[in-house]
């Protein structure tokens, strides 16, 4: 039997497919923008979005995931110095995806919504607003991709010129955020307080609202919540970090953790400690947890048409771009070597690190090498290339060894990369049971169809948020309730 053979008997399950964009330039390909099929500098405009979510439904995928940054990386060259990002267009300019959201719903029926949004870009009373309200007007087609930031150019910002707290604190005020959020979505109106009462003229039922009184280290928000319950009540919680702190967050609350890994094998890793965490630390079921990672897909109807795109595209390979892309990611400024310098040689465990998680495979480690490896790369770390079938195989061969339940596609060139998965990828998967026919729940929420259950809009019973629903019972007997569980 030809290995080939194997894998079309083995039992396969859908994957969470997504396409993974950000409302800028080129995404992870600084200076892409120049290439003559690439379409991205029209990423301000609202048909930009639904071209998008369009091809996104189009291929039955599960959501479009957004990513965000709230400042330009200004380490490379730096302190302060966004000129490499300024002039190649890495990930800035930028402008806020979440006012797309309704035109990208209306081109739509059932494609979800992934929206990144830090917990230090605006008081958690108004974000929960912003966050319930999308959940609104989608009819429950939105997920909130939790972040902490990593930029100090954002912190300036938005900290009154004040630098990001050390890591761990960030966490902590994070898990503070978010359970402000939480109550003030779920704790703060019951179930049923919309009454919409046209005989007494009563809209809500005042003894179904309460206050939350929410005091803690980093906020005091006392309510009540201004807005009325959306239709998953709290979006899906996607959540990216890969340090041990960012682990402990998603095990707790993540229903789908972004991770990043060059190989299926660390990728694996990952997955493992995380729902280990899970069940051990807060007693969920680890098949709550969904895990997707990145991945660019390149395609040809042969080998060498999918090469011959990629040599293309490395045309516009920005060397100034992508290193000034790692130092916003890894804080290092990689100005400070020299050219030809073996970086392995440095003594430096930041700079050790950052080799290992960008490097290509040749024998010496220099910064252009690191650079080559982002995005569009020689490193091809993350990069598949080939027919839909040979990518296809890469993709099994990643979900037997790592275990993953799905990936975000980055685009190369937009929007080629996308028509051509939606177009050649899509069905192959379709073909191995590693795609759906359609989506369990047509026009379902983002929620329903990451489960595959109608009628699932809420969280499942082990999850963190579950316990803050006030779903029945007086307003004294709820407060009794929610102060025993605190």
Do not use: C
Not at 26 to 54: C, F, M
Not at 326 to 334: K, P, V
């Amino acid at each position: 039997m030809t290995a080939s053979s194997k894998r079309q008997k083995r039992e396969r399950k859908p994957l969470i497919l997504n396409f993974m964009v950000l409302s800028s330039l080129g995404h992870l390909n600084p200076s892409i923008w120049a290439h003559p099929k690439d379409q991205s500098r029209e990423y301000k405009k609202i048909s930009y979005w639904t071209k998008v979510a369009k091809l996104a439904e189009k291929a039955k995928f599960n959501a479009v995931f957004i990513a965000d940054v709230l400042g330009p990386y200004d380490v490379y060259k730096g302190p302060h110095n966004f000129d490499a990002v300024a002039r190649s267009g890495a990930q800035f300019p930028l402008v806020d995806p979440s006012a797309y959201i309704s035109a990208m719903v209306e081109a739509t029926n059932t494609v979800g919504f992934g929206i990144t949004f830090s917990t230090i870009s605006e008081a958690p009373y108004l974000f929960a607003r912003r966050l319930a309200t999308l959940d609104h007007l989608s009819e429950g087609r939105v997920g909130w991709n939790i972040v902490t930031s990593y930029l100090q150019s954002a912190a300036r910002n938005l900290l009154d010129s004040k630098n990001l707290p050390p890591h761990d604190k960030r966490y902590e005020r994070a898990e503070e955020y978010l359970e402000v959020v939480y109550k003030l979505l779920l704790s703060s109106w019951r179930d049923d307080a919309i009454v919409d009462d046209t005989a007494n003229l009563t809209y809500a039922e005042p003894s179904r609202i309460r206050e939350i009184n929410h005091e803690g280290e980093f906020f005091n928000v006392p309510g009540p919540f201004i807005t009325e319950p959306s239709p998953q009540r709290i979006p899906v919680v996607l959540q990216a970090g890969a340090s041990k702190t960012g682990r402990e967050f998603a095990a707790k609350h993540a229903e789908i953790v972004f991770i990043q890994g060059f190989t299926p094998e660390d990728l694996k890793a990952s997955i493992d400690d995380i729902r280990g965490l899970a069940v051990e630390k807060y007693n969920r079921n680890p098949e709550h947890i969904k895990f997707i990672s990145e991945l660019i897909i390149i395609l040809g109807e042969t080998n060498e048409e999918a090469e011959a795109k990629f040599q293309d595209l490395m045309k516009y390979h920005d060397p100034e771009g992508k290193q000034a892309l790692i130092g916003g990611w890894t804080g290092l400024d990689l100005s400070q070597f020299g050219e030809d310098e073996d970086l392995e040689s440095v003594n430096s465990n930041a700079m050790l690190s950052a080799v290992k998680m960008y490097i290509t495979d040749n024998k010496k480690k220099t910064r252009a090498e690191v650079a080559q490896s982002v995005g569009v790369g020689l490193g091809r770390k993350r990069v598949l290339i080939g027919t839909p079938q040979e990518v296809a195989n890469e993709i099994e061969r990643y979900v037997d060894i790592s275990g993953i339940d799905g990936f975000n596609f980055a685009n190369a060139n937009f929007p080629a990369t996308f028509e051509d998965i939606a177009e050649l990828l899509a069905p192959e998967l379709r073909k191995r049971g590693l795609l759906w026919e359609d989506y369990p729940v047509p026009g379902g929420t983002f929620r329903e169809n990451l489960y595959g259950v109608e009628g699932q809009t809420f969280v499942p019973k082990d999850h963190q948020a579950y316990k803050y629903r006030w779903i029945k019972g007086t307003r004294e007997e709820f407060t009794k309730h929610f102060n025993s569980i605190e």
